[in-house]
């Protein structure tokens, strides 16, 4: 897995963010992670339960191939990973899924400017799991709001100690390989800009408290290696929605690399400023969230010329030639099937009938 460079961070604590992205600088994480399970304060903070308790979009969040880092699967035959994390082959129902050859829309910012976000469908053809489209939050999220993180990047390792004794310091080293986890934090900074390399991202942040702390949740969790393109949810009106999406990792501490201190900063897109973008590329007309044939009704079930929400076409001039690209090529060879048999009889009874009549004439 190749690595990331160092964020370049601006946010409105500019100058915190920025102190702390020159200590990741001078302390040897120049070449911080591309993408980063996520790492507990200790054994009492990690959940119990594989699955979150009540929640419904677990099979939802998978990987690239190969141990890769995290993917969301949208629904619909779509993907949505963070752009440095990239499109590729992904597990699906188990089975690498390969992606549609050279198709990709990183999402984009009101001025034009990139995201480090991606979409990508999935291979014609491969089978999908029956899995509904993932609803994604309309309603940033808020300081305070308690979120879900999913991700399958590194584990919590060893202790790492440095420092003059009298002044020993104390980090969470991570595991070797990663593994897909959930966990718990609080948005601290919200809809702020994630600037890395020539991406812009709007972004919120989540930092990793003690226990015990106020900010602290019941499994607090911070980002490492492999949870790019990890996904975070939160639950509205009693919803579970898609709001996030992992993209990076700072701190506010000279520390070693590869691990995690208390105070360690996760940054993830908020996704309800590219909701419309994901919903223009992702979703069939059916669900896309646009009046598509200006009858003033949207979408299944609203408008009944939607038959379900994997609808391709509002418009029934589109449905049908949508069904005449479908059929039509079954149609085609048909016809031209008749056409031939029906020249070929009577081809066949025009050099017969001299025969029959010189047999007539020769009587
Ligand atoms: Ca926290
Ligand atoms: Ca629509
Ligand atoms: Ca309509």
């Known amino acids: 897995m190749s690595l990331h460079r160092i964020p370049n961070l601006i946010t409105s604590r500019g100058i915190a963010l920025g102190s702390a992205l020159l200590l990741c600088s001078a302390i040897g994480l120049a070449r911080p992670p591309e993408s ?13 339960e594989t699955i979150p308790p009540d929640f419904p979009y677990w099979d939802h969040v998978t990987q690239r191939r190969y141990g890769g880092p995290t993917v ?23 089975m690498p899924t390969p992606p549609e050859r050279g198709i990709r829309h990183t999402l984009l910012n009101p001025d034009g ?4 976000a991606v979409v990508f469908p999935l291979k014609q053809g491969y089978p999908l799991p029956d899995l509904p489209l993932l609803p994604i939050a309309t309603r940033a999220p ?12 590194r584990l919590r390792g060893d202790p790492i100690e440095w420092g003059a004794p009298g002044n020993r310091k104390t980090a969470l080293g991570w595991t070797e390989n990663g593994e897909k986890r959930w966990g718990t934090n609080r948005v601290v900074d919200a809809e702020k800009w994630l600037r890395q390399n020539n991406y812009r991202t709007v972004s919120f ?8 702390d106020e900010n602290s949740t019941a499994h607090e969790a911070s980002a490492t290696i492999g949870d790019s393109g990890g996904a975070i949810f939160i639950k509205q009106d009693g919803q579970w929605l898609l709001v996030g999406l992992i993209n990076s990792i700072g701190t506010t501490i000279a520390k070693p690399s590869q691990s995690t201190a208390t105070g360690d900063i996760t940054y993830s897109t908020d996704l309800t400023h590219y909701r419309s973008e994901i919903l223009h590329w992702t979703r069939p007309d059916c669900a896309n969230e646009v009046d598509d044939d200006g009858d003033g009704l949207i979408d299944y079930p609203e408008d009944p010329k939607c038959e379900n929400p994997e609808d391709p076409n509002e418009r029934p001039e589109a449905r049908m030639s949508t069904e005449w690209r479908t059929w039509g090529w079954a149609v085609v060879p048909l016809i031209v099937g008749s ?3 029906a020249w070929g009889r009577q081809r066949q009874r025009t050099l017969n009938t001299p025969d029959s009549m010189s047999s007539l004439s020769a009587r």
């Open 36 to 48: 980063f399970a996520l790492v507990f304060q200790n054994e009492s903070t990690e959940p119990t």
């Open 72 to 94: 969301i699967y949208l629904g619909g035959g779509w993907a949505l990973t963070a752009r440095h994390v990239g499109y590729g082959e992904i597990i699906l129902g188990g």
């Open 113 to 116: 400017t990139i995201a480090d």
């Open 205 to 212: 942040t989540t930092h990793f408290d003690m226990v015990g």
């Open 142 to 153: 808020q300081t305070g709001d308690e979120i879900l993180m999913i991700g399958f990047g």
């Open 339 to 341: 056409l031939a048999i």
